[in-house]
């Protein structure tokens, strides 16, 4: 049966595999509070992945996930996360973090540099044993990129989350967004040092100064058409960035992040981003997650990566907790309120997997390296949920403090 199968029907499977496992496993087994939808699909993901299916059907994994069908996968995968990374470049709130200035940089800056020193430390003890440094990572851009990881906060799942609990637009949802999107600029600013290539750095600085022309451009043009075009605009906006970005030896998703930055927020309806955002999550970022679990890797032991994804879990919420808490008594918070808002911006899910992912494209870290990055983000993410819950339910006014 399987040699009649063609290349599509085969396609055809992995999609209803990829589709269908996590919605039954989320809606059946009722996981929503401590892992929602796209939590469950990422986890999906690495159970269809090579360590888990792979290893217990090796001839179906292999038949079902062949080269050509991965190929594929990968390319519906980069469109879907650009598209994502870009809608996080909008959602940048730049303008309202300069209003409050002093407390979001203090906030925002404790929140990035403590769990990065956390996790460069992890990193530099994860040095000791070898498979964790890929075969064309420098050790700076391994202990760099590794502690950046740890201090991610993924900007699109934070606000998902935000939505969940039903605080997203109030004054602290505002607040958290304002320091989450200084942390993006941050984040994005640093992968692009680790990705600098000085055999191609005449062509990067020819990126950036095309781009700021060119961006000058497209802003002037977004002003002047219909709001029903600048969606389909700014796509192509984003494949230009994408595809300009990676000829410069930089990344396609430091290209789509950019794309993004450059645009303002309001010049699209806040609605339709938002179902833009949903839509996109529903129906082609599944396939990314997929793509994601299929990277995953167990060589240098089960025991060693769970160790690992263990520590870094440690340095990563720690940090980020440590972090906000001194925001806290710098800025006269009032009690409480560090540790909700620190447990909202430890939050990693997509955005650190697309940093761990680009980490990996280019031989920075292992297969082994990401997955402990990996099992690291899930659950700092699914920890948020059940943590924060119960402690906006018992301090009900600081959801309405501004500052």
Avoid at 100 to 114: C, D, N, Q, V
Avoid at 195 to 224: E, N, P, Y
């Amino acid at each position: 049966m399987h040699t009649a199968m063609s290349t599509t029907e085969i396609f055809l499977l992995a999609m209803l595999l990829i589709f269908s496992i996590p919605y039954l496993i989320w809606r059946l087994g009722r996981t929503d509070y401590w892992a929602p939808l796209v939590v469950v699909q990422i986890i999906t993901g690495i159970l269809l992945g090579p360590g888990v299916m792979g290893a217990a059907f090796p001839d179906y994994y292999a038949f079902v996930f062949n080269p050509t069908v991965i190929q594929t996968l990968n390319g519906i995968a980069w469109w879907a996360v650009m598209i994502f990374v870009m809608i996080a470049g909008i959602e940048l709130d730049l303008v309202a973090a300069w209003e409050h200035r002093r407390e979001s940089t203090i906030t925002a800056g404790m929140a990035l540099g403590t769990p990065l020193l956390f996790g460069c430390v992890a990193a530099f003890g994860m040095l000791a044993y070898d498979g964790w440094i890929g075969p064309k990572g420098m050790t700076w851009q391994f202990i760099l990129g590794v502690g950046m990881a740890c201090a991610v906060t993924a900007l699109p799942i934070l606000i998902l989350l935000m939505e969940k609990l039903e605080v997203l637009r109030q004054p602290i949802g505002q607040r958290i967004l304002r320091y989450a999107s200084l942390d993006d600029v941050a984040i994005w600013g640093v992968l692009a040092l680790i990705l600098l290539d000085w055999t191609r750095v005449g062509r990067q600085i020819g990126f950036l100064i095309s781009f700021a022309i060119a961006a000058w451009l497209l802003r002037k043009l977004m002003r002047a058409i219909p709001e029903r075009d600048r969606w389909y605009v700014g796509l192509i906006w984003l494949a230009i960035c994408g595809f300009a970005a990676d000829w410069a030896g930089l990344h396609f998703m430091v290209g789509a992040f950019l794309a993004g930055a450059v645009m303002d927020a309001h010049w699209f309806d806040q609605a339709e981003m938002d179902l833009m955002r949903h839509h996109v999550l529903l129906a082609i970022m599944p396939v990314f997650f997929l793509s994601t679990g299929l990277k995953t890797n167990w060589a240098v032991g089960g025991t060693a990566v769970f160790i690992a994804a263990a520590v870094l879990l440690v340095a990563s919420v720690s940090g980020k907790m440590i972090g906000v808490h001194i925001a806290g008594k710098v800025l006269k918070w009032g009690k409480g309120e560090a540790s909700i808002i620190g447990w909202l911006l430890q939050t990693k899910a997509l955005i650190m997997i697309i940093f761990a992912n680009i980490l990996l494209d280019k031989g920075i870290i292992t297969n082994e390296t990401f997955t402990a990055l990996l099992l690291m983000a899930i659950a700092s993410t699914m920890l948020t949920v059940p943590v924060v819950s119960p402690r906006l339910r018992a301090m009900k006014e600081i959801i309405f403090r501004s500052q």
